[in-house]
């Protein structure tokens, strides 16, 4: 792993970093996967993977909300008439 | 004159029905040690301006004689549980103004009860951290030795409890986050089956293995809480509840009595201290009838590897959602990426950043296969490796953490510091249930923990433990 690393993983990410903070996390990085490259090489009976995943469904249905419509909309950074306003996305 | 750090929930509530304590009293008490100390320790972020409103709620409901054991009862809450019309920033300056559209699950079941809920606790940014070193608004010291870290990430919570500004309190364990902070403080923590606690208002860290759960000073105090929050919830798909399961294997049994203690998993690392507590703790129980019997268990010391891939990999996308849009920080960029970038960037801390960089990682195409979805395999075979132990033993049992409380900066590099939750993360990767329970002191004073971790849905029995360790 080198510095382009770092940086391709932060862009990745969307994550702005200084280049003292990229050399940090690259030396980071590297203690951290030298520690946990262990995994590679365990064995383990030949099994796929299970995530113990099972979809939960319930009813399309019309519920009341318990959720506070005003206090979600205080919350957006910028808002007008309600509306939460962003940047232009195209 | 009462002491809140020696009183239990259990007294407090008898006192209360007999009339000789009011939750206003008490309150107040508690109201009193933060005026005190929360200066010097840092644990609360925010303590509620409608504190004794509740109290007095709370005493009429006592007075009526509608009183349950948790009603008038100050518990304290980790900043990443959500309580309707408070702020909620999860330790960090991303949510800093974040105020709560809804309650959590476990908050709603606290309000059901009449606790008086006293404000919010200080973490780790988003949970990530084992000293709360990591917090936006500066790390809490441990109460019973402000030189050193109360542990983490759930720190705020052990020290709300240890220094008498609550009587119990919650917080959330992903790796060990409220067991080796009970243990440093002194405390019972316990980390419940994963699904016996619904997450519904918890801010997500990592969804495969975060739990609620609670912190006190006893296994009763403890449980009480448990039971309150437990149960069913249909906003958390992964909810499964308890009742019913712990029928169908026959929970809870008190004569469970044989415990498995994995030695070769004990050999390095640990504070000798630790480790002679741990062997006095083994003959106590023996005294008690207890059966203790080693066992080999090969996975488990890939737990902490394996954690270190899979968690990552669930906060890297987790955290994907705090952009800086709907809530949060927001920066402006030229454009709106370059928007989220400066959001982002402006909103976490770097042991947030770290991780989201090493979960990007190994997620990326090319490292897919050789870190995640080997660390699943691994986990899998963690899992099916106490499962196999179950049938032979009723518990494990391993020291909490590796040495007792450590001084503010000792662990500066990463691993380090990951290192001290070596023996929690495997109950969360394989979804057990753990508690830690006090042990002892070492020579300079300072808590160690016993951790006794059971089969799934085994909750109720590992409440029944700290009896058996005390007399």
């Given at each position: 792993m080198n510095i382009k690393d770092v940086e391709k993983l932060a862009e990745l990410a969307k994550i702005e970093l200084s280049d003292a903070e990229k050399k940090t996390i690259l030396k980071d990085m590297e203690g951290i996967l030298e520690y946990v490259k262990v995994v590679e090489k365990v064995e383990v009976p030949d099994v796929e993977p299970v995530y113990n995943q099972k979809n939960v469904w319930r009813e399309d249905e019309i519920k009341p909300s318990v959720f506070s419509n005003d206090l979600i909309i205080k919350q957006f950074p910028d808002a007008q008439d309600n509306f939460l306003k962003v940047k232009k996305i195209l | 004159m009462i002491d809140v750090k020696d009183l239990t929930i259990e007294k407090a509530y008898e006192m209360m029905k007999a009339g000789e304590l009011t939750s206003v009293d008490l309150v107040s008490l508690c109201l009193q040690n933060i005026k005190e100390k929360n200066n010097e320790l840092?644990?609360?972020l925010e303590v509620f301006d409608d504190v004794l409103d509740q109290a007095r709620i709370a005493d009429e409901i006592i007075k009526s004689g509608k009183g349950m054991k948790l009603t008038g009862i100050p518990i304290a809450i980790k900043d990443n549980i959500l309580i309707t019309g408070k702020k909620n920033s999860s330790g960090s300056k991303m949510l800093e103004n974040y105020v709560a559209s809804y309650d959590a699950f476990v908050i709603k079941k606290l309000k059901e009860h009449g606790a008086v809920l006293i404000g919010r606790t200080n973490m780790d940014e988003f949970a990530m951290g084992s000293s709360t070193e990591n917090s936006a608004y500066g790390p809490v010291k441990n109460p019973i030795d402000p030189s050193r870290v109360p542990g983490g990430s759930s720190g705020g919570s052990a020290a709300a409890v240890a220094s008498g500004m609550a009587l119990a309190s919650l917080g959330s364990d992903t790796g060990g986050s409220i067991r080796q902070p009970a243990s440093f403080c002194g405390l019972v923590g316990m980390k419940p089956t994963y699904?016996?606690?619904?997450?519904?208002?918890l801010t997500a860290m990592s969804s495969s293995l975060d739990q609620i759960g609670p912190f006190g000073k006893t296994s009763e105090d403890a449980k009480i809480i448990f039971d309150c929050i437990s149960g069913k919830d249909?906003?958390?798909?992964?909810s499964v509840g308890c009742r019913v399961l712990d029928t169908r294997i026959g929970c809870?049994?008190?004569?469970?009595r044989k415990i498995g203690v994995p030695r070769d998993f004990l050999k390095e690392g640990i504070d000798p201290e630790v480790l002679q507590n741990f062997e006095e703790i083994i003959k106590k129980l023996k005294n008690k009838g207890y059966e203790i019997k080693d066992v080999v268990m090969p996975y488990l010391k890939y737990s902490l590897p394996v954690y270190y891939i899979i968690m990552p990999a669930e906060v890297s996308t987790n955290l994907s959602?705090?952009?800086?849009?709907?809530?949060?920080t927001r920066k402006e960029g030229a454009d709106v990426f370059d928007s989220y970038k400066k959001s982002r960037s402006a909103g976490f801390g770097m042991e947030t950043r770290r991780r989201i960089i090493l979960g990007t990682y190994v997620l990326s195409h090319g490292y897919f296969d050789a870190y995640y979805n080997k660390a699943w395999k691994v986990r899998r075979a963690i899992m099916k490796e106490y499962e196999d132990i179950f049938k032979d033993v009723d518990f494990v049992m391993t020291p909490t953490t590796p040495t007792t409380a450590f001084k503010f900066g000792e662990k500066k590099d990463p691993v380090q510091m990951y290192l001290s939750d070596i023996f929690t993360v495997s109950a969360n990767l394989a979804g057990l249930p753990a508690i830690t329970i006090p042990s002892g002191k070492s020579s300079s004073g300072l808590p160690i923990g016993i951790q006794f971790t059971g089969p799934l849905f085994s909750d109720e029995s590992l409440f029944t433990l700290e009896k058996d360790l005390r007399g």
């Open positions: - | 840092n644990v609360f699904g016996v606690v619904s997450r519904s208002g249909e906003m958390d798909s992964t809870p049994t008190p004569d469970r959602r705090l952009d800086g849009m709907r809530y949060g």
